[in-house]
Structure formats: structure tokens, C-alpha cells
């Protein structure tokens, strides 16, 4: 099993990101470069937070365009698993992998402290390790995490199931009072159709340990384990 | 461009002074070119030479044997904590660019202190903030406060590097000049540590990262005088920050020096591109030719007195190693960065510019050099009078308040006091999974990967008491920073300090900086911490009044494994609650006498240092055998507000706690004064009678208090509060301040 994760230019999570598939899963794991165009070898590509090309202008929009993009769609396209957190996950909407758009926060305010998220689907790659209906703690940390689609865009995500993490209270009920950035129906993460690319704005690669706060994060990264393993057993049998 | 004469005249108006620009027609045997005036300018101004200070300086303790690199050697201070492993610190001001610019003041502030620590070859692991600020019903003061923290955010969130700490501080003699300081730390290999040095005759010398523009000319001058009316025009003195393309500059430098290609490097802060030339060759005892023409710049027609002083950040000087720098070309490449031969290592000692093969600038590199031909000074001293007045304050004849649980609600609303977590929030404490103990806690603490270890930071000064007191107040600065480690589970090893006061030609002024220079080196001595470094940012002075003399400390310590890390809130229900330390009535300069009494008055607490480190020494022997399950030091707002930070500070404590307190002294005082050496522990019931025998053997007071427990703080009969009133006037006080305009 391989995992590559993305560093374009002013990303700033890919260590993290590396690091917590090798202390969480203990699997092969290797850094890609964004102008890299062949990912053919392997299973999964995290495209993970940071500021690529320094976000100045809106976020992810110039990192679209980076030559590894052209190859993730077409590992997207074949089934690949692919995972966008927090910048990756606005990259991936720009690329167009995933409906919709960010907004600058409500706050207007860069923000970072531990959120708690309501597992919507636990049937995808990404969360069958988890329970529907868990409330889970993870770190957020941006400044554009301000989920936004049309009418139609989020009626489909929501008709599809797709909205797979929702921004909630300690109780798992939905809040305003802890919506941190002000997302439409409070979309934390979300999936595209077929179910194998993922955007998340929390890091759950930063919630991999109690020692760092939380280890709910971990689950992420043994739930696509245990998808690809189980894609590998059926292919052996 | 016709470049103008060079006469006294100009030399003044350069801020040098008469005797200053005699010296330099003296070391040149002429008079100097336009250039080399600019050149000196900087480089003897105050922020580059520090020649009012540096002879103090000197009387501070700069030896340990963990140090790697010693104060003034080289960009940062380093010590060796085990496993073949370094931290390199130190700290930084930016106050004047921030004053008059605040978002990109402080962005460039954080921008300057990061190079000066992957310069060493290290890769930074955590910032921290000290901030001192006007009161903040000023609206200028809320523009500043927003401006600087949203600065310190985007430049520190963007190049990825977590700010752990810090603290933020309210007070009306910082209104026009606000102090803002930045301490970067990192961690490095010992083999990848790398000097600022220029050696080996022809090796050639590149200019990295960024272009060279017109920004930041004459910043260092600009930190070098008081801020007036004139100050706004001083804004193009203020650089723009580029955190991306720091961040890029950060990755290319780690690779150039992990693939050993370099002889030295050294980044460009004040001076630009002069400073790193000057100090790379006097440090390594050679010389350096270069060629203006081949710098790479973003604007045209730029002369060379403007390339020379030019500070556009985010560059580096570099000096390769015989038959690399191909290499080194390739990997800034790779990072799309510039990276272009401006010249070679002479071994002539001069620095020599040229422009287009034509000599602009001719000088010894040594008499540019701190520690070198730096002009150094020792002022005339004066105590200031108010210190008698202020002393003779008593606060006996204070009335005592009806309602002593209002006056701590009243307390943990001061800005001073209240949780600064609209400040941190803003700021990414996470990225790169190094953070176990993030702001809000005594120190903050981060893990150090592959080893059990741990390293903890702290930033402490109440400019307060160094006012009422500058010699009392330095030494209380650098023990509570100390006693924040110790709260973590860390033993202090070392100290940046960044000591932010006036105009050093005012008597007074100096006077009060010897006393807190002295003071701090006492302090450090008694904490075997040694000075590795730091910075001097004096003038520091509206219109109106100067800053209260603010000697900030940044202190690091090493956690021996970290299970022993500790945390300030309580954690279970029915452990004990005890007081190390002794209770006294010393509430002279306290933010109780402030917040509720509108006093700034007083003579502050006394630290006797012997008992301090006593305290301290029990508190850490007691985490370290793992008696201790919750550790807070008291401070602003005295016993009441720690139990009170105890109860309610992290979101992952929401315990209450029934304190009875045997004492004579007046309730108020009892409650709010500031004595020293006190630090609040809660323990597990079993191991009460061990933590009491170790405080015997220890001959340090140590007290029961109370229990843990319950959903409100009540200490004797005095007061009363349930958790949601203490959280609601903990929380919401700045965001209330921040918001609502």
C-alpha cells in the first residue's frame, strides 16, 4: 500500500500529513512534488494543508494549475484515493474534483483551536472506521473554511449523502454557536459522486494522539486502510 | 543619478553624530563616498551597534556548559540538549515599524527573527509573541492590537511555523509605541549547525531569495530615533513581508546546508544587504568584493546607496564552498527562487563595493562590526524621582471592597488578566504536530520526535513593576519565567532577552536600564540560565511619554521525559490543593491596585532569590516523582485569579474548588496581592504525605488549601462564584473589547 503526499510550493502540513500515515498505519509513504506527473504506483495522494503559492490570491486557485494536478484527476478518474485537507480540500474545489467554494471565515479571522464534527456517512473510504452519528474532536486552522454551493449543489450533496463531516456542539447537535466559520448546513467535509475524493477543512492529521490532544483523527487514515485492504483481498480472491 | 556631497551636514542629518563622522574620516583617511555614509549610518546606528548598551551588556552571564553558540557570536543563541541535538532561540523587537505600521511590522518582525534561526541550519519549531499595548478603549490602540496580531498570524500561519506563547499586556505609557517582540526557536542536528562566517579567499558569494527593492531604507535608523508626528512619513521605512516566499527561502537553505555546500550564511534583517557583508567578513577575520550591478532587483534605476540599505526581506548572503555553487543554483531553483554571484571572499579585510566595476564603497569590515570598530558608549545615570514618590504609597489606606467575588469577576476581565485566547486563536499553535501544551498554560510545550523529550518556552515582564521598580521587576521577569517552566516540568536552561526601553540620553532612562541589566544578570546567575542573545530596542517614546522599561524574557527549558509534562488546571475531583510558598500582604504595583483602585503606585513585591529557587527546585523534584498532578504559578491578580485559571483556563477543566485560607492579613490583600514565589499544586490524596515530606526536606512552606471539586470557587467566607460567571468574565472580556466597535 502507497500513499504520496503533495507539497507544492507553500505547503506546510505535507510533513504532517507524512508523518501521521506512517505513525498511524506504519505504511510506505512518500513525498510528491507538484510538478511530478506520474502517480500511477500508488494507492492514495493527500493533497494537504498549507498556503500553495501563498494563497494570495484566492485559495488554491494557482495551485490548480500545478502539473500534478493534470495526473491526480486522472488517478481520480481510475478510482484513486484521494484526500484534500484544509488548503488541499480548497485546491480540490478549484480543480473542480469537488462541488462548490470557500468563503473568507465569518470571523474574518484566521482561526485555529480543536472543533467538534458529526460523522454524516460512515460508509466511505474515508470514515468506515467510524460510527454514524460520532461526534469527533479535530483541529481546524484557516482563514477561508466558510463552506459555499448553490441551491442546487448542496441539495445534491445532501440528497447523495456526500456531506460526510458536519461542524457540531460536545452533544453532536448542530449549533451555531459552533459553526466555526459560518459553512452552509455546517459542511465540514464532503465527498464527490463516486466516492473516492475527499475534502475536509480539519486536520486529521494533526488529531493523531491524546499526547496532541486528540487521537480522532487516526481514524481517517485506518479507514482508508482497511478500504484498501479489503480492495486488495477481493482482487487476491 | 548625481549622488549629493558628502559634508557634516548630511552626516547629522543621517543621525550620526559630529564626533561619529570625525572617527570615520579618521578610519578611512578621507572623507567618505555617499555610500559608505549610508553604510556607517546603519551600521553605527543603535539597532545595528548597539553603542549604548553593549558595555552593560557584557555584565551579563553568557556561560554555561550546554552552549553551542554564545551570545553575539552568531545570528541566535544555541545549546545542546542531548541525543545530538540543539535549540537555537532568540528573540527580536519590532516596535517602531509596528507603531506606525502595524500589520506588516509585525509580519516582517516574525519574518526577521525566523531567518535569524534557519540561518544556523535550523529548522524553526515555534514562535512566540510578548506584546505590550495602549489601553484599549483607544481606538488607535485597537487598530494596532488587530493590526499586529493579524500580522504576526498571516506571516507565521502561511510559512507554517506554530505560535506557542507569548503574553499581552494593557497599559496607557505604551499608547504610541507599542512593543512588539518575536522569539523564534529551533532544532537542529549539531553536525547541521552552520556559522555566519565568510572565509576562504575566492569562494564566491551569492545573494539568495528575494529581490532587492526599495522597502525598509533606513530601518534601522528609523529604530534608532523617537517616534513624533513625523513618524507616519517614516512608513516606507517599514518592509513587506513575503511568508511564502520564506517559506521557500527556508526549504532551499535547509537543503544547501544539510548537503554541506555552504562556508557561512547569514540572513539580510537591518542593513540589508551591508549588515551581512560587514559581519560575515569581520567574523571570519576576511574581506568580501561585490558587484552591485549583479544583484538581482524589482525596481530600476536604483543606486547603489539604495542597494546597499535596501531591507526587502526575505534574503540571504551566502557563501559557497569551493566548486558548488552550481549546486547551490540548482536547489534554489528548484524552490523557482534567485540565487546570483555577487561577489568573492577577499582576504584583504575591506569590504569593497563596486557598481558596474566602478568603487563606491571602500571600508574595513571590522570597523562596521559589532564587537569590532563599533563606536560604544556608557551614559550618564540618574534615578528617576518619581520612584520615591510612588514608593511612598500606602496601601493601607485603601478602602476594602463590599464584594470581594465582584473585584475578582472585575479581575479576570482586565485585559491584563483575561484569556488571551482571541489573540491565540488567530494564530496557527498547531501546524507540524509538535504542540502538546499550546498557549493558556504556564509554558508552553512541544514534543521533540524520536527522543522522550521536551522542550518548554515562557515569555514573562510586567513593565509595571519594572517602572515602580526596575531592578526588582527584572529579577522578578526572569523568575516567573523560570517558575512557568518549572510549572511545565522543565528545568530553565537558558535566556533571550529583548530589553525594550526610552531614549538612553535621558539620565533616568539609563539609569533604569542599568538597574534592570543588572537585575537580570543577578536573576540569571541565581537560575544558572545564561544570556545566549537577544536584542536592545531603546527610544522607544511617543510624543508624550516614553514605555515603561519592559526587559523581556524568553526562556527555554528541557523536559527529561515527557510524561513529567504538567499543566496549570485542575484535573480531578477530590485531589488536594496546595500552596508552596508563603502568603503576604504586597500588593504595591498589582493589577488589583490598577484594575480596581486606579493606582499605579507602590513598592512592588520583594523576590528574595535563594527561596525561589528553593520553591522551584521542590515544585520540579515533586512533578518529576510524579506526586503533582496540576501546577500554577500565582501572578497578576495574586491567589485568588490562579485558583481561579486553576478552575476554568482550558477548555478541558471545568472543575470547581473549596478553599480555606488561615490568615490575619486583610481579605483583599489576601486574595489579590502579588508576592512572589507561590505556586498553586494539586495532588492525588495518596500522595499528599510524600509531597509534604519532600517540601520538609526541601525547608519550603507547603500548605493544604483545599480540595478540588464541585462547579463553583469558594475560598472561606469571602466569596462565591459558580464556574459560568468566572468563565464569562474570563472569555469574553477582549473579544467584547475587539467586537463590539
Sequence with gaps: MKFGVITFPGSN???????????????????????????????????????????????????????????????????GLVLGICNGFQILLEAGLLPGAMLRNRSLRFVCKYVY????????????????????????????????????????????????????????????????????????GIMNSRGNVMGMMPHPERATSQLLGSPDGRLVFESMYSYLSRKERRKVS | MREPKVTEKLALAHVLSREEYKRIKEILGRTPTFTELGIYS?????????????????TLPRESPHLLAKAGEENAGAMDIGDGLAVVFKIESHNHPSAVEPYQGAATGIGGILRDIFTMGARPIACLDPLHFGELRNPRVRYLFD??????????NCFGVPTVGGEVYFEKNYTGNP????????????????????????????????????????????????????????????????PFMEKLLLEATLEIIGERLVVGIQDMGAAGITCSTSEMSARGESGMEIELSKVPVRETKMTPYEIMLSESQERMLVVAKKGKVKEIQRIFKKWGLHSAIIGKVTDDGLLRVKNNGRVVAEVPAVSLALGGGTPVYTRERKRPAHLSKHWRFNPDSLPLPEDLGETLLKLLCSPNITSKAWVYEQYDTMVRTGTVVGPGSDAAVMRIRKTKKGLAFSTDCNGRYCYLN???????????????????????????????????????????????????????????????????????????????????????????DMKQVTTQWFKDRGDLIFLVGENTPE????????????????????????????????????????????????????????????????????????????????PDFLLFSESQSRIILSAKQKNADRLKRLAKRFQ??????????????????????????????????IPNLMEKW
Aim: a neutral charge; aromatic letters at 8%; glycine letters at 10%.
Design chain 1, 13 to 79: 502540513c505535507d510533513y504532517d500529513a507524512y508523518r501521521a500515515v506512517k505513525e498511524v498505519l506504519g505504511e510506505g509513504v512518500e513525498y510528491l512534488w507538484h510538478q511530478d506527473r506520474d502517480l500511477r504506483e500508488f494507492d492514495v495522494v493527500i493533497l494537504p494543508g498549507g498556503f500553495s503559492y501563498g494563497d494570495y490570491l484566492r485559495t488554491g486557485a494557482i495551485a490548480r494549475f500545478s502539473a500534478i494536478m493534470g495526473a491526480v484527476k486522472r488517478f481520480a478518474q481510475s478510482g
Design chain 1, 117 to 188: 464534527l458529526r460523522v454524516e456517512n460512515d460508509s466511505t473510504p474515508f470514515t468506515n472506521a467510524y460510527k454514524i452519528g460520532q461526534v469527533v474532536k479535530i483541529p481546524i486552522a484557516h482563514s477561508d473554511g466558510n463552506y459555499f454551493g448553490d441551491e442546487k449543489t448542496v441539495e445534491k450533496l445532501e440528497a447523495s449523502n456526500r456531506v460526510v463531516f458536519r461542524y457540531c456542539n460536545p452533544g453532536g447537535e448542530l449549533d451555531d454557536h459552533y459553526n466555526p466559520n459560518g459553512s452552509l448546513n455546517f459542511i465540514a
Design chain 2, 42 to 58: 546603519v551600521m553605527w546606528s543603535e539597532h545595528c551597534s548597539y553603542k549604548n548598551s553593549i558595555a552593560l551588556l557584557k
Design chain 2, 147 to 156: 493590526g499586529v496580531v493579524r500580522g504576526i498570524g498571516d506571516y507565521g
Design chain 2, 179 to 242: 512593543i512588539v517582540n518575536c522569539m523564534a526557536v529551533g532544532l537542529a542536528k549539531h553536525e547541521d549547525l552552520i556559522s555566519a562566517t565568510a572565509k576562504g579567499k575566492g569562494n564566491a558569494v551569492l545573494i539568495v531569495g528575494a529581490s532587492t527593492g526599495r522597502d525598509g531604507i533606513h530601518g534601522a535608523t528609523f529604530a534608532s530615533e523617537e517616534l513624533s508626528e513625523k513618524s507616519e512619513s517614516r512608513r516606507p521605512s517599514v518592509q513587506i513581508g513575503d
Design chain 2, 470 to 560: 526596575p531592578k526588582e521587576g527584572a529579577k522578578i521577569a526572569v523568575a516567573e519565567a523560570a517558575r512557568n517552566l518549572i510549572c511545565s516540568g522543565a528545568k530553565p536552561l537558558g535566556v533571550t532577552n529583548c530589553l525594550n526601553f526610552g531614549n538612553p540620553y535621558k539620565p533616568e532612562m539609563f539609569w533604569t536600564f542599568a538597574e534592570c541589566v543588572a537585575g537580570m544578570g543577578e536573576a540569571c546567575r541565581a537560575f544558572k540560565t545564561p544570556i545566549t542573545g537577544g536584542n536592545v530596542s531603546f527610544y522607544n517614546e511617543d510624543p508624550e511619554r516614553a514605555v515603561y522599561p519592559t526587559p523581556v524574557i524568553g526562556m527555554v527549558g528541557l523536559i527529561e
Design chain 2, 587 to 666: 500588593v504595591g504595583g498589582s493589577e488589583y491596585l490598577k484594575s480596581i483602585h486606579n493606582r499605579i503606585a507602590g513598592q512592588i513585591p520583594g523576590i528574595n532569590l535563594d527561596f525561589e529557587l528553593k520553591v522551584q527546585e521542590f515544585c520540579l523534584t515533586a512533578i518529576r516523582e510524579g506526586l503533582v498532578a496540576s501546577a500554577h504559578d500565582t501572578s497578576e491578580g495574586g491567589l485568588a485569579v490562579a485558583l481561579a485559571e486553576c478552575c476554568i483556563a482550558s477548555s478541558k477543566s471545568n472543575l470547581g474548588a473549596a478553599i480555606k485560607l488561615k490568615s490575619q492579613m486583610r
Design chain 2, 700 to 733: 519550603v512552606p507547603l500548605k493544604k488549601i483545599g480540595t478540588v471539586g464541585g462547579k463553583a470557587l469558594k475560598i472561606n467566607t469571602l466569596l462565591s462564584l459558580d464556574l459560568d460567571s468566572l468563565k464569562r468574565a474570563y472569555f469574553r472580556s
